[in-house]
C-alpha cells in the first residue's frame, strides 16, 4: 500500500506538545541492570548512547522494538481540543487511534508493529481515545517525480502544486516500485 501523509509543522492535532513518561528511565534501567559489558560497550558505554539507538528504531528500519525500548506513556503539557487519528511524537514516533490501526492492520496485516500507548493529560488522566505506537516496518520509495505534477524545492523535498485532494490526485505513485529506504528521511511530497 502506498501512503500520502503531509507532516505537520506545528503543535496541534498532529503534533501534540508533550513527552514521554518513563521511557528514558527505563532505557537507562535496562542498560544499568541487564545489558552485559559487551553490549553496553556495542552501545558506546552509555544509556543516552543507546536511547538514541533505540530511537532510530522509531523511523528507521533497524527490526521490531523490544518490550523494554516502547513507551508506554506519553504525558500532554496541555489539554488539546482533538487529536488526529494519526500523530507525531518526540523522536518522530508515530501514534495513531484504533480505528486508523485497524485500516492499516486490514490492508497490510502483519506488517507494522503496533503496541499500545496511553496517552495522559497533566494531571495524569488519560486521553478519552485509545492510541497505539506504530513503527512502519517497510519503506518503498514510489513516488515518481517525472510523472507527477510537482515541483521540486531542494534536495529530496517535492511540493505538490496546491493543498486539495485534486492537487495530490495528480501525484504519481507507483505500487511496484521496490527500493527500499532506511530512513523517513527520504523523498518528500508536501503542499506549498
Request: aromatic share 12%; net charge negative.
Amino acid at each position: 500500500m502506498v501512503w500520502g501523509v503531509v507532516q505537520p509543522g506545528s503543535f496541534g492535532d498532529f503534533f501534540p506538545n508533550g513527552d514521554y513518561v518513563g521511557w528514558e528511565e527505563g532505557i537507562q534501567r535496562y542498560f544499568l541492570e541487564e545489558m552485559s559489558a559487551e553490549q553496553r560497550a556495542a552501545a558506546g558505554d552509555t544509556h543516552i548512547r543507546y536511547m538514541y539507538e533505540v530511537s532510530r528504531k522509531f523511523t528507521e528500519d533497524m527490526g521490531p522494538l523490544e518490550p523494554h525500548e516502547r513507551p508506554s506513556e506519553f504525558r500532554l503539557m496541555e489539554r488539546p481540543k482533538s487529536l488526529a487519528s494519526l500523530i507525531l511524537l518526540n523522536d518522530r514516533l508515530l501514534a495513531v487511534d484504533a480505528t486508523l490501526k485497524e485500516i492499516i492492520e486490514t490492508l497490510e496485516p502483519g506488517v507494522h508493529q503496533f503496541w499500545p500507548l496511553r496517552i495522559t493529560l497533566r494531571n495524569g488522566n488519560e486521553y478519552p481515545v485509545a492510541y497505539y505506537g506504530m513503527i512502519i516496518r517497510r519503506f518503498i520509495d514510489s513516488f515518481v517525480p517525472e510523472q507527477s505534477d510537482a515541483h521540486q524545492a531542494t534536495g529530496v523535498i517535492f511540493y505538490a502544486n496546491g493543498p486539495t485532494k485534486k492537487h495530490y490526485g495528480n501525484l504519481t505513485v507507483l505500487k511496484n516500485v521496490a527500493r527500499r529506504s532506511s530512513s523517513l528521511a527520504r523523498t518528500q511530497v508536501a503542499h506549498p
